[in-house]
């Protein structure tokens, strides 16, 4: 059986990609890329063996030598496209807690979410917006959003983060926070208090698991 790097030099020959076309998809130099044909590097990123299957129109396992037999990418079903999103730890989906950013974390997923980083969801308070425990957020940087939004955000100077649904009134100098669950209060900050509450950014994407 063919391994992985004979496999991918024999469908770029057959298919009349360049090294170099091959080099652009990746991100890596053309020597990388050839590398990777010699089985110079032996541990491929798995977000390179995605790509790799996407131009070479076959499963990364058939590439990897898990599958004996070639199947070509049908037209119409079109790959994802993944990178990777710094994951900063858990944020609560309920009472506030500490939130650890653990920069070393990634989350792989489809380059049409728009997000800067994300954060595992603890907790049950957002289950009405289908945001459960375990769950993977994804979050944009900013530092407002308007009323209404999910976001990410840290309150007590810093050392609490939750995500729950903001609600801003500039002239009461109000802040509400609240629950997507009816067995949560919602949380409020007014005056001084406004001080302890950042917001990190806001939720746009989320990520389950299939139960």
Known sequence: MAIWNERIHERRTEKGITLAQVADRLGVTEATAQRYERGNIKNIPYEHMCA?????????????????????????????????????????CGIPKYTNEDRESYIMAGTDIKADFCLRASGDSMINARILDGDIVF?????????????????NNESEATLKRVFYYKEQSLLILRPENPTYKEQRYTNEQLNEVHILGKAIAFQSDVK
């Open 52 to 92: 790799y299957g996407e131009m070479l129109h076959c499963s990364p396992a058939y590439l990897m030598g898990w599958e004996e037999s070639l199947s070509e990418a049908i037209d119409n079903i079109y790959p994802i496209e993944l990178k990777r999103f710094p994951l900063l730890g858990e944020i609560a």
């Open 139 to 155: 979050v944009r940087k900013q530092d407002m959003v308007e009323n209404g939004e999910i976001a990410a955000v840290v309150v």
